[in-house]
């Protein structure tokens, strides 16, 4: 629970705060509904309903659609209300089934705040988790200290506060794909902070520690927790028929996030997919995989930090903050961002500083 209290600052910079942008934005990327989804099928009867470009703010999830004989497993239902909205009017474009069960993969906000408009439109829907992702939503006190506050309030320093750095960007001269970043979420501020009013946490009706596996004639839904890795309670969906795996925030693309994260342990969770022998791979956020190669870069960085973490400590390291000086990570830079500035700002600040304090915790509570 510590360390699921001491990330969830820095997740929120993801989610709603810090101007980020999408290196490979269309210029008419703004124009778009900024909740509006598009839907890609990957098997008969399995679909992906994703964002144009998963780094428009605020982030939101992939959403994983299984339709079966009579009824719709969803795994992650979406983000803020809007988002689940729009993603369950392209279920029901897909298939008047109703959705019967919600999977959530893990406990971040941009995976389960919409859950309710699933029980509006679905009220027989039930929801189900790792019993560590139930227990971390619990333990998250953010959604209510928000919708405490008043919401002109929150909309007016904000908008102070993004117009500011506006300012300072272009006085910087920063890429014209971050000053239109920016002018992008001023602009969406009165909608995101009113949808966050709307949310509601995504608790689990049902919790399982290590497997469920559901089955619809003769299709099995295989729910697994392989091990800790994004957070304490990952779990993956496995599709053994069609060989398809869903993944939650146990990988990300382009740049990963490392958030309360646990880095040995997750190349463990890594290795354990791998071996699924998969033919497609979707991820919480970017675009499907099919083959294994970023899987196998991730697995080379995250064995990285593990090594270089614990040799800082060896070598008389002696707090978080000097481990993080000490471990040097900028030879994946390229690998992973392609030399864009931009992307090497999310590299650093989504998973870089982040997954060395995580691993730098995960060698002091062993000891």
């Not at 049902?206 to 004639?217: A, Q």
Request: aromatic share 8%.
């Amino acid at each position: 629970m510590k360390k699921i209290a001491a990330c969830i600052s820095l997740l929120l910079s993801i989610l709603f705060i810090t101007p980020l942008w999408a290196n490979d934005a269309p210029a008419d990327l703004y124009k778009l509904d900024r909740f509006s989804v598009v839907t890609t099928k990957i098997a008969d009867d399995v679909y992906v309903i994703m964002r144009p470009v998963s780094h428009r703010w605020p982030v939101q999830t992939n959403v994983i659609v299984i339709v079966n004989e009579k009824d719709v497993v969803v795994v992650d239902g979406g983000g803020l209300p809007p988002h689940a909205e729009n993603v369950i009017s392209e279920i029901k474009r897909l298939t008047s089934k109703p959705v019967s069960v919600i999977v959530n993969t893990h406990w971040h906000q941009d995976h389960n705040w919409g859950h309710a408009a699933y029980r509006r439109h679905y009220p027989e829907v039930r929801v189900i988790s790792h019993e560590e992702t139930r227990k971390a939503l619990l333990s998250n006190n953010f959604l209510k200290n928000l919708q405490d506050q008043d919401l002109q309030t929150r909309i007016d320093e904000s908008l102070v506060r993004f117009k500011e750095g506006l300012v300072e960007e272009e006085e910087n001269g920063e890429p014209a794909e971050s000053l239109a970043r920016t002018r992008d979420i001023i602009a969406g501020v009165p909608q995101v902070y009113a949808a966050q009013n709307e949310a509601t946490d995504g608790l689990a009706d049902e919790t399982f520690l290590d497997k469920v596996s559901l089955y619809r004639g003769e299709r099995r839904i295989d729910v697994m927790f392989l091990g800790r890795a994004n957070t304490n309670g990952d779990v993956v969906v496995w599709l053994p028929e069609e060989k398809i795996i869903a993944t939650g925030d146990i990988v990300v693309r382009p740049t990963p996030y490392g958030f309360g994260s646990h880095p040995k342990e997750w190349v463990e969770v890594l290795n354990h997919i791998k071996a699924l022998d998969y033919v497609a791979l979707v991820p919480g956020h970017g675009e499907v995989q099919t083959d294994t190669a970023y899987l196998d870069l991730l697995i080379e960085l995250l064995n990285a930090v593990v090594e270089r973490t614990k040799a800082a400590v060896d070598a008389g390291a002696a707090d978080m903050d000097v481990v993080r000086e000490a471990v040097d990570l900028s030879d994946f830079d390229e690998r992973f961002t392609g030399g864009d500035p931009l992307l090497e700002a999310l590299f650093n600040s989504w998973f870089k500083r982040p997954i060395v304090g995580g691993a730098y915790q995960d060698l002091t509570e062993a000891e």
